[in-house]
């Protein structure tokens, strides 16, 4: 079946997107000399560049006289762009694509995954793939007076389901629940939460939606690009499903 690469199922004039995230991960490690040498490729597209370093802890046996040692070693780099809102990030097992707040769009997104798998293909070769996944995290801003709370089933479909204790709102709540989804090739982590508002007079709700799939994942590109165009479909529907029409009032 052809699909498109236009899977949004609704434009917002106020999107919720924080975060998109794409997420292509290999079986085999890379050597620091071919991170090195995709770090200086995608330099000419993401201009910023920073290591990411792992940080091991050695206790020994009198840790009170000094016997302890902290060590670094170099994993991968975090490359951006001016502005700090494209980002890549690799490691030896992993090419991560991002987009922050202002969210562009799935076109956007796909087709800079194609162009940094292609760098990343270029230098790297093949390599089986062990998972690919397709995350947005969105913050949903719901305004309230100073006095007021929610109720949190009035914006999402996905909450939790509290005792009745009092007549008090929640302080704070996390759910998150995997599935497959309605493709049994591909499964689905969702969270929510509420998290601090950057805004005056305004409740958060975090709605984030991971779809991945480790499993029958094609090499060939002809193959392979055309099944994130899948995951993003799968994507919308999930968050379609997650929240209220009173909800998409907020995003338009």
Request: glycine share 4%; aromatic share 6%; charged share 20%.
């Amino acid at each position: 079946m052809q699909l498109s690469t236009n899977v949004e199922p609704r434009t917002y004039l106020h999107p919720p997107v924080v975060e998109a995230v794409i997420e292509i991960r290999v079986d085999r490690a890379l050597t620091q000399t071919e991170l090195k040498k995709l770090a200086a490729k995608l330099k000419k597209h993401y201009p910023n560049s920073q290591p990411q370093n792992e940080v091991g802890i050695n206790i020994g046996p009198n840790p009170a006289a000094g016997d302890v040692t902290v060590s670094q070693r170099q994993k991968g780099f975090r490359l951006s762009s001016d502005d700090q809102a494209d980002i890549v990030i690799i490691a030896p097992q992993n090419l991560i694509i991002a987009r922050l707040a202002p969210y562009q769009g799935w076109a956007a997104i796909h087709a800079k995954v194609i162009s940094a798998w292609k760098i990343w293909k270029g230098i790297a070769k093949t390599r089986p793939i062990s998972r690919l996944g397709v995350r947005y995290i969105n913050r949903i801003d719901i305004p309230v007076d100073e006095a007021d709370n929610i109720n949190i089933e009035d914006y999402l479909t996905f909450y939790p389901n509290v005792p009745v204790f009092n007549d008090r709102p929640l302080d704070n709540y996390l759910i998150q629940i995997t599935k497959p989804t309605s493709d049994p090739l591909w499964s689905t982590t969702i969270t929510s939460t509420i998290q601090p508002s950057p805004l005056i007079n305004t409740i958060s709700l975090l709605l984030d939606i991971d779809v991945f799939r480790t499993k029958e994942i094609p090499l060939n590109d002809d193959d392979l690009l055309p099944i994130l165009i899948k995951a993003g479909h799968l994507k919308n529907n999930i968050f379609q499903q997650c929240i209220t029409p009173r909800t998409e009032e907020i995003f338009n």
